[in-house]
């Protein structure tokens, strides 16, 4: 299990490019002028984590099975369409399958590469695109609210009345311009908003696509950028588009080397994972073998039988216990052996909370 992530933006403002080099493939077209994104073009990429390769190196696991990112490159938006405008509603509903929303930006200068509305302006664009799904929720949301609410009313219906209840809470929101993620939300009645599947009530993060000179310090539009995050309380990242391309289409040998010229510790691919897992809370957990060593994402807090369930349905079903080392003692003590006569091997029942880098061998029941 990993997560998905859905790239939206204005036309024009790096999306497919930046897909393209993320995910290494050329599935997606780039060019230079409005919905050559037809149909959203989906890849996957493999979660980089050093942990995952120092536990294989310690267990002689023949494969190293890392968790993985779903990217979902979804086609440019443009004002209207909510009502229909440009590729209109058919992309508004690819955004409902996504666990949470990359604002691609604009934060360069470019002449050769038109801009829909003719100017550099990152907020006013991040602005026009959470306007139509705004607008898209509000007209979807109130029709529901109307009917939850008299079904509430008239049959006394207990759930309904909750339901109706969050719905409000999206709606005020809504109705003064704001997205449905800033409404308060109670953690008993969070299933329930996220069931109604609204637009703007995924987490999101905002990717300033900068020129190359500004990739490892940003400039004067990604600090705006950075500080409209702040203000609200979201993540934003810096990448060059164009850096990130160059960079996938160079052998392993060289990545580093091209790195430490562009004044960069890591590729912007790195960044953009460690935002997604912020926003969504998403912990890592591992199974270590001698045929393979892999990585799971689960959602901080999972209790190890839901953690277990992640492998296979039959694991939560029949769930026993959990043979668990933290990984810096699986790492430190040389693997399970050295673990268990330090006394660093436990194990843990249902009720266990699984933690960030556990190392993990679960017992079921068939």
Known sequence: MGFKLGIVGLPNVGKSTLFNALTQTAAAEAANYPFCTIEPNVGEVGVPDPRLDTLAAIAGSKEILPTRLTFVDIAGLVRGASKGEGLGNKFLSHIREVDAVAYVLRCFEDGDITHVENRIDPMADAETVETELMLSDLESLEKRFTQTEKKAKTTGDKDAKALAAIMEKALIKLREGRPARMADIAPDEMVAFRALQLLTS???????????????????????????????????????????????????????????????????????????????????????????????????????????????????????????IAYNDYATLKGEAGAKEAGKFRLEGKEYVVQDGDVLHFRFAN
Request: proline share 3%; aromatic share 8%.
């Open 202 to 324: 995924k987490p999101v993060v905002y990717v300033c696509n900068v020129d190359e000179a500004s990739a490892a310090t940003g400039n004067a539009f990604s600090k705006k950028v950075e500080e409209a995050a702040k203000a609200e309380g979201a993540v934003s990242v810096i990448i060059s588009a164009k850096i990130e391309s160059e960079f996938a289409g160079l052998g392993a040998e060289d990545r580093d080397a091209f790195l430490a010229e562009m004044g960069l510790k890591e590729p912007g691919l790195n960044r953009l994972i460690f935002a997604g897992y912020q926003l969504l809370d998403l912990v890592t957990y591992f199974t270590v073998g001698p045929k393979e060593a892999r990585a799971w994402t689960i959602t901080r807090g999972t209790k190890a039988p839901a953690a277990a369930g992640v492998i296979h349905t039959d694991f939560e079903k029949g769930f026993i216990r959990a043979e668990t």
